[in-house]
T-cell receptor, first 114, second 113 residues
Framework: NAGVTQTPKFQVLKTGQSMTLQCAQD?????MSWYRQDPGMGLRLIHYSVGAGITDQGEVPNGYNVSRSTTEDFPLRLLSAAPSQTSVYFC?????????????FGQGTRLTVV | GDSVTQMEGPVTLSEEAFLTINCTYT??????LFWYVQYPGEGLQLLLKATKADDKGSNKGFEATYRKETTSFHLEKGSVQVSDSAVYFCALSDRGGGFKTIFGAGTRLFVKA
């Protein structure tokens, strides 16, 4: 029972590089989201999706792109990495009712931009 | 917009002490309220939730009551254990906010043996 799977777990990037953080869920959840976690700031919403083909911006979307071509996958793309994007990234999914129900989180991706 | 404010940590307690972590919220509608827990090196997992006023969520000895009049959802446990050491996040989800989940900053709890 995999739940929400994120890859990679750790990544170091140089400033200006691009990369994609992968997120997959096997619970047939419609609602998926990406957060970043920074010390003292809790989790801040980057982008979210209420279903395949539908995405929207959260609180801190700049520098990130998302797409949702299937129910299962919700990748997060960093277009040109900056040191300010050093953070821990979490993907989450929710079932019917969207965020009104329990969110299931992946284990996180720790990203360092040098 | 919607927001969640919780007490700053870290909170350090001795085993078997009483725990309270305060949480207040601001929302335009009638949100659902949650407490999530994050153990070291892991993602967040749901601890408890309440979906309407006066509901009490409870799990693993923790409980919190949805107080609409004070817009609060304080987390309590009567007797903490070392294994409760973690970061606790208060969160809300509001239909008016498109069901996005908004988190507080988190409160780190250390329990000493």
């Amino acid at each position: 029972n995999a739940g929400v799977t994120q890859t990679p777990k750790f990544q170091v990037l140089k400033t200006g590089q691009s990369m994609t953080l992968q997120c997959a869920q096997d619970m047939n959840h419609e609602y998926m989201s990406w957060y970043r976690q920074d010390p003292g700031m809790g989790l801040r919403l980057i982008h979210y999706s209420v279903g395949a083909g539908i995405t929207d911006q959260g609180e801190v979307p700049n520098g990130y792109n998302v797409s949702r071509s299937t129910t299962e996958d919700f990748p997060l793309r960093l277009l040109s990495a900056a040191p300010s994007q050093t953070s821990v990234y979490f993907c989450a999914s929710s079932g019917p009712g969207g965020g009104n129900t329990e969110a299931f989180f992946g284990q996180g991706t720790r990203l360092t931009v040098v | 917009g919607d927001s969640v404010t919780q007490m700053e940590g870290p909170v350090t307690l001795s085993e078997e002490a009483f725990l309270t972590i305060n949480c207040t919220y601001t929302a335009t509608g009638y949100p659902s309220l949650f407490w999530y827990v994050q153990y070291p090196g892991e993602g967040l997992q749901l601890l408890l939730k309440a979906t309407k006023a006066d509901d009490k969520g409870s799990n693993k000895g923790f409980e919190a009551t949805y107080r609409k009049e004070t817009t609060s959802f304080h987390l309590e446990k009567g007797s903490v254990q070392v294994s409760d050491s973690a970061v606790y996040f208060c969160a809300l989800s509001d239909r008016g906010g498109g069901f996005k989940t908004i988190f507080g900053a988190g409160t780190r709890l250390f329990v000493k043996a």
